[in-house]
């Protein structure tokens, strides 16, 4: 996973929210089927989500929809 990549909440992260979630709190399960990583600090991700919130993710609680194309080095025009 890299910066630019597209990511969601696995499927294990969807159904521990599901079971431990307040009854009277909003579902973001709908929330958390598309985002994009903006940085990382090589222990968590920072994913701003569809619906606008940016919170930190942790490898293990996301995962790779759709690769970024932009590369490591910077591309000549």
Known sequence: MKVGDLVKWTELEECYY???GSL???S???YRKRGIIVDNNGIN???RW???DFKAARPDTIEVISESRRSGKAQKS
């Open 50 to 52: 569809e619906n606008g």
């Open 45 to 47: 991700f920072f994913v």
């Open 28 to 30: 973001l399960t709908d």
């Open 24 to 26: 009277g709190m909003k």
């Open 18 to 20: 599901i079971a431990c």
